[in-house]
């Protein structure tokens, strides 16, 4: 990559860029990398907010694709020195069938690779996610664990596991001669639950609270920990990753990095009120109003219905076996690792993710605020 901090000369190119996690990337890019020239939006919708970026000084490209497309992926990035691989099926519902969730999360990584070979892409930075080790379908706790810590990573439902055989085809990927014969650097970002300004389980949760006067009702134990990270402090690794690949290659090339900030260790649901009381609601119950075999039972239920409605209409509900065992799991990370490889620093503190994520949900259409 070209050294000069004056003359911007590089070329990103984020899939996925029109997500919820892509969208902060791209907008950050622009604000905190004075190398970039071009930056390329890859993404099967492209959203209407890219036009107020194409005013700025960085050449901002939008490339409406799709990543299971092999000749889209390697057009779009010819020429490109990073990539930045967000784009994903992020399907735990049952929205998505097995084989349409497999196709772009691990065939789309895959022509992703192939991509950087053919057009000499050297730098790829991939996101992967905390699924990719847990929780298990045993439900084993991983409490304030780090990328070394041994589990057993054993996974049966379409997501984590195309998340899992995607983020290995990116570590073996590194070291791979891309054309021109330089060899490709890759690594993985594992987010654990990504919480923030558009994260549509957090706009769920709110409506559904609105449409029950304002309540939401516990259904896990406050002692289950989950994991859970800013969306600004995500998109900040990616940025810094990439920045850092070219001069730290040795050290980072085929290597995983959990994403991880200040957040506080709580339930899933008790860190959702964080955001939710500021803005009207309430979290009833100090324990769970069902116990937790009436809840398999309903959450069985739900997958029952969404089989048998399959023909006629989706249903997807929060809740089913996957997603209740996911919330009833400890999940937790605590490690340094990002830091002592490339110096990495929550760029948001807790108190302002928290402020940005509740003005968020305060600005939201039929806000109680
Ligand atoms: N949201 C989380 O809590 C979380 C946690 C860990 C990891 N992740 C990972 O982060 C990434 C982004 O997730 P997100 O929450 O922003 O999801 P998202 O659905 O908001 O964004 C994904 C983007 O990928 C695009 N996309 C989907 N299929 C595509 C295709 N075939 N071709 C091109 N683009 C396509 C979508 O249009 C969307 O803009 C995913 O890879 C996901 O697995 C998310
Ligand atoms: C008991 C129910 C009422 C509560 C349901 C909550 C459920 C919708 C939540 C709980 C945990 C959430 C997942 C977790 O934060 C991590 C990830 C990893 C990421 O790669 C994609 C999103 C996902 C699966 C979250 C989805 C929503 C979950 C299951």
Request: aromatic share 10%; with cysteine.
């Amino acid at each position: 990559m070209a050294d000069s901090a004056q003359v911007p000369t590089l070329v990103y190119l984020v899939t996925g860029g029109c997500g919820f996690l892509g969208e902060h990337i791209v907008r950050m890019l622009l604000e905190r990398e004075p190398r970039l020239r071009e930056l390329r939006v890859f993404d099967l919708h492209l959203s209407s907010w890219l036009e107020e970026l194409k005013a700025g000084p960085v050449q901002v490209t939008a490339i409406q694709g799709d990543v299971t497309q092999a000749h889209e992926v390697a057009a779009a990035m010819s020429g490109s020195h990073v990539v930045i691989h967000t784009a994903g099926l992020v399907d735990v519902f049952g929205k998505a069938s097995p084989k349409t969730i497999h196709k772009v999360n691990v065939q789309g990584t895959k022509n992703v690779i192939d991509a950087c070979v053919q057009t000499g892409t050297q730098y790829l930075v991939y996101t992967s996610s905390m699924e990719v080790v847990g929780p298990n379908i045993k439900g084993h706790p991983f409490y304030r664990g780090n990328e070394d810590t041994p589990y057993e990573a054993v996974h049966s439902h379409p997501y984590p596991c195309s998340k899992a055989l995607a983020e290995q085809l990116v570590l073996e990927a590194n070291g791979r001669k891309v054309n021109g014969g330089l060899p490709l650097v890759t690594c993985a970002l594992r987010p654990t639950g990504i919480y923030g300004e558009g994260h549509q389980v957090m706009r769920d949760f709110y409506y559904q609270g609105l449409r029950f006067g304002g309540r939401l009702f516990r259904a896990v134990p406050a002692s289950v920990e989950h994991g859970r990270v800013y969306v600004g402090n995500v998109a900040w690794m990616h940025i810094l990753v990439a920045r850092e690949l070219e001069q730290r290659a040795a050290l980072m090339g085929g290597q995983v990095y959990f994403c991880y900030d200040k957040s506080p260790y709580k339930s899933y649901e008790d860190f959702n009120m964080e955001f939710l009381s500021p803005c009207g609601l309430r979290l009833i119950g100090a324990h769970p109003l069902l116990p937790y075999w009436l809840l398999v039972l309903l959450a069985t239920l739900n997958a029952l219905l969404q089989w048998l409605l399959r023909p006629l209409v989706l249903y997807t509900p929060l809740l089913n076996p996957y997603t209740l065992a996911m919330a009833n799991t400890t999940f937790t990370v605590s490690t340094n690792k990002a830091q002592r490889h490339f110096g990495y620093k929550p760029l948001f503190s807790w108190e302002e993710s928290r402020t940005r994520t509740i003005q968020w949900v305060q600005a939201m259409e039929g806000s109680a605020w």
